[in-house]
């Protein structure tokens, strides 16, 4: 059974920047596209970026292009979430998920139906 740990979360300045960690154990992780989701309070869980199984392939939401960047090594069991000019609104817990592949592509809108939530990290921004 896949299991994803979310690590490295904190508390942040605005404009300062912070990388996430998830480590997969159970099985291998280049079996799959994986998602970072975050929950801020009192609001719904979203997606807010992909990888491919490869790393070859990203895609983000429209209201983190440009600041988000994943990334994966595959050797090393791992995704990473770089998070750059963070804004006091991108406080939230953060997941990650096995994601679909939806033409061709990730897709960050729902996780794999069979995957249970972990704890995910909580990322906080303020001053």
């Known amino acids: 059974q896949l299991q994803l740990v979310e690590s490295g979360g904190g508390l942040v300045q605005p404009g300062g920047p912070l990388r996430l960690s998830c480590a997969v154990s159970g099985l291998r992780l280049d079996y799959y596209n994986i998602g970072w989701f975050r929950q801020a309070p009192g609001k719904e869980r979203e997606g807010s970026s992909c990888?491919?199984?490869?790393?070859?392939?990203?895609n983000y939401a429209d209201s983190v292009k440009g600041r988000f960047t994943v990334s994966r090594d595959n050797a090393r069991r791992a995704v990473y979430l770089q998070i750059d000019s963070l804004k006091p609104e991108d406080t939230a817990i953060y997941y990650c998920?096995?994601?679909?592949?939806?033409?061709?592509?990730?897709?960050?809108?729902?996780?794999?139906?069979?995957?249970?939530w972990g704890q995910g990290t909580q990322v906080t921004v303020s001053s």
């Open positions: 998920a096995p994601v679909p592949t939806v033409q061709a592509m990730c897709s960050m809108s729902t996780p794999s139906s069979w995957y249970s």
């Open positions: 990888i491919t199984r490869s790393g070859g392939s990203t």
